[in-house]
């Protein structure tokens, strides 16, 4: 399974940007699909997750509200929709998936695929 994660770029604070991940190699549906993000120094976090149909999603507290993840089935693709974007918010963004994961899927050593990331940068 491959995942080719893209859509990052430099905005300004206020700004929106759409995260994009495409899925190769497998069956999409059948994985639940997370979003993390690593600044510099900083360990990789969680951003949010969404399962397998897209009706449930899950975000950590720091963006919910501002960020939507959605997901398409039928490209095998989930995004990653930021809003209100914050100099904080600077980190390279990952995608990865996971056939089942524990609860919602907060723990990055869950997943089993990851993307490459796609640096976003906010600036002030």
């Known amino acids: 399974v491959q995942l080719q994660a893209s859509g990052g770029g430099l905005v300004q604070a206020g700004d929106s940007l759409r995260l994009s991940c495409a899925v190769s190699?497998?069956?999409?549906?059948?994985?639940?699909m997370g979003w993390f993000r690593q600044a510099p120094a900083k360990e990789r976090e969680f951003v949010g997750s969404?399962?397998?149909?897209?009706?449930?999603?899950y975000y950590d507290d720091l963006v919910k509200g501002r960020f939507i993840i959605s997901r398409d089935n039928a490209k095998n693709t989930v995004y990653l929709q930021m809003n209100s974007l914050k100099p904080e918010d600077t980190a390279v963004y990952y995608c990865?998936?996971?056939?089942?994961?524990?609860?919602?899927?907060?723990?990055?050593?869950?997943?089993?695929?990851w993307g490459q990331g796609t640096l976003v940068t906010v600036s002030s």
């Open positions: 990865a998936a996971v056939r089942n994961p524990t609860g919602w899927g907060v723990e990055p050593r869950g997943y089993d695929y």
């Open positions: 190699g497998g069956t999409f549906s059948s994985y639940v």
């Open positions: 969404i399962g397998w149909s897209g009706e449930s999603t």
